[in-house]
């Protein structure tokens, strides 16, 4: 079993940046594709970010293509997200996942663990 703890949110004006942060618990955290979404009040969760398990690949959708760079570290057992040019519609809560399946994994339903989410908020 995989846990995880987001961390780095904040408040940021328009245009500004953050650095999300997810550590993972055990040892096989290279052995999980990871994933941002982001779930915004009254929103469906959103897909914002995968990585592949060695770091190789990355995937994106167009809303932030750009904009945001998701990386990982697996020797400090830790992927991150860094955001730039943030909007205010970039507003959300921000949650890495992990999955053991093949693939990229756009789809939630693909991930096996969750972090509890940290707050983004962009304001004008």
């Known amino acids: 079993q995989v846990q995880l703890v987001e961390s780095g949110g904040g408040l940021v004006q328009a245009g500004g940046s953050l650095r999300l942060s997810c550590a993972a618990s055990?040892?096989?955290?290279?052995?999980?594709?990871m994933g941002w979404f982001r779930q915004a009040s009254g929103k469906e969760r959103e897909f914002v970010a995968a990585?592949?398990?060695?770091?190789?690949?990355?995937y994106y959708p167009d809303s932030v293509k750009g904009r945001f760079t998701v990386s990982r570290d697996n020797a400090k057992n830790t992927v991150y997200l860094q955001m730039n040019s943030l909007k205010p519609e970039d507003t959300a809560v921000y949650y890495c996942?992990?999955?053991?399946?093949?693939?990229?994994?756009?789809?939630?339903?693909?991930?096996?663990?969750w972090g509890q989410g940290t707050q983004v908020t962009v304001s004008s």
């Open positions: 990585i592949s398990r060695s770091g190789g690949s990355t």
């Open positions: 996942a992990a999955g053991s399946s093949s693939g990229m994994g756009y789809r939630a339903s693909t991930y096996n663990y």
């Open positions: 055990g040892r096989t955290f290279s052995t999980y594709r």
